[in-house]
Structure formats: structure tokens, C-alpha cells
């Protein structure tokens, strides 16, 4: 079974630039999550989808992030404009449920955002 | 509010166990989790204790939980120096709810 995918590995901007995150969940995966993990820190949820349905994103900063997941299957996750507090590896993981890990969530490799 | 704490810092010699502690707030968390992060890499389940129960085992692993003090430990016989990495554990409720993570124990294992 193939793992979550997340792309791209490394990113390097300066502040007030633009960027995306893609990721692909685990075939089948219904819950996707996208969380921000700051240097030092355990990663902390962004937004939950449910499908193409947004579950939470009580804390997603919402004046410039933004994260689609328009066909229920593949996400995007963008930042517009970049602040150097966004440093971070941002993971995406999604939700199996049911057999031995009932309600696990899978982790892809994460991308590592570096704001200059 | 939810939070969970752990140590930040654990070193210990091959061979030996290792146990690393968690406090949580969150009494109505459902199931605790153990994830492992090496360098580079994401978040590996390592094992999960729903929280009916006190003790898991799952080969080198022992999971002891203590629900009155809400406290969870995760506990690593003949600890070998390719378990050097982060350990978070997290809670989490029933279903779809987010998990919410400790700040993560950097475990150090010297030959």
C-alpha cells in the first residue's frame, strides 16, 4: 500500500512570496489533515477535510492561508503572503479507520518551508 | 483546554530500557497515541492505547497508562541506537476528532 505523498520535500522563499503544497493521501483515505510542525514544537492541526468538506480549520489563519481538497482526493495548501513565522514543516496525513488501527492517522514525509 | 506535555531530552546507553512520560489534560481522548519521527522523515505510528485500558504491549513496546493522573508512558526494552529519534505521544477522540501532541522527547541512544 502506498503511503501518503507530499510534494514538493523543500521549499525556500522570502517573506511575502507565495507558495503550495501538494499532497496525495493514502488510496481510499476519505479524512485528509494538514498540520504545521514548527522547529522544536509537535505539529499542530491546520485543517481537516472530510472529503472535499472541511471538518475544522478553527486554526488555519485564514487572511493568508488557503487549503482545497476539490475532488475529495488530492489537497493543496498555500500561503499568500509568506511571514517568516511560517517556517515549518507542514505534514499531511490522512485518516484510515476501521481493521487493527481502528482511527489511525498516516503521515506523508512532510515539506520543509524556509521564509527568508 | 487540551495540552500535552512531555520531557524534552532522554539519553540512554544500548541495551538499556528507555521510558519516556507524557501528561495530558484532555480526560474525554479516546485513544493515545505513540508516534516516532526520525530526521527528515514524518510522523510513524508506533503503537495506540485506547483509554478502557492500563497496559498495552506490542513486542519491545510497553504502554502504561494512568488515567486518574492522565499520565502515559511509553516504555522501549533493549533500546538499540537505531531508536534514536523523536517520540510525540498525542491524544485523540473517537472518529474523525484532530490529534493533539505533546512537544515531543528526543531519545539519544549511545553504543
Known amino acids: 500500500e502506498a503511503g501518503v505523498a507530499q510534494s514538493p520535500r523543500y521549499k525556500i522563499i522570502e517573506k511575502r512570496q507565495s507558495v503550495a503544497f501538494w499532497c496525495n493521501p493514502i488510496?481510499?483515505?476519505?479524512?485528509l489533515y494538514w498540520y504545521q510542525q514548527i522547529l522544536g514544537q509537535g505539529p499542530k492541526l491546520l485543517i481537516q477535510?472530510?472529503?472535499?468538506?472541511?471538518?475544522?480549520d478553527s486554526q488555519l489563519p485564514k487572511d493568508r492561508f488557503s487549503a482545497e481538497r476539490l475532488k475529495g482526493v488530492d489537497s493543496t495548501l498555500k500561503i499568500q503572503p509568506a511571514k517568516l513565522e511560517d517556517s515549518a514543516v507542514y505534514l499531511c496525513a490522512s485518516l484510515s479507520s476501521g481493521g487493527e488501527y481502528t482511527d489511525t492517522q498516516y503521515f506523508g514525509p512532510g515539506t520543509r518551508l524556509t521564509v527568508l | 483546554g487540551e495540552d500535552v506535555e512531555q520531557s524534552l531530552f532522554l539519553s540512554v546507553r544500548e541495551g538499556d530500557s528507555s521510558v519516556i512520560n507524557c501528561t495530558y489534560t484532555?480526560?474525554?481522548?479516546?485513544?493515545l497515541y505513540w508516534y516516532k519521527q526520525e530526521p527528515g522523515a514524518g510522523l510513524q505510528l508506533l503503537t495506540y492505547?485506547?483509554?478502557?485500558?492500563d497496559m498495552k504491549q506490542d513486542q519491545r513496546l510497553t504502554v502504561l497508562l494512568n488515567k486518574k493522573d492522565k499520565h502515559l508512558s511509553l516504555r522501549i526494552a533493549d533500546t538499540q541506537t537505531g531508536d534514536s529519534a523523536i517520540y510525540f505521544c498525542?491524544?485523540?477522540?473517537?472518529?474523525?476528532?484532530?490529534?493533539?501532541f505533546g512537544t515531543g522527547t528526543r531519545l539519544l541512544v549511545s553504543p
Open positions: 498525542a491524544e485523540g477522540g473517537a472518529g474523525f476528532q484532530k490529534l493533539v
Open positions: 477535510f472530510q472529503n472535499n468538506g472541511v471538518v475544522d
Open positions: 492505547i485506547f483509554s478502557n485500558m
Open positions: 488510496s481510499g483515505h476519505a479524512t
Open positions: 484532555d480526560s474525554s481522548s479516546t485513544y
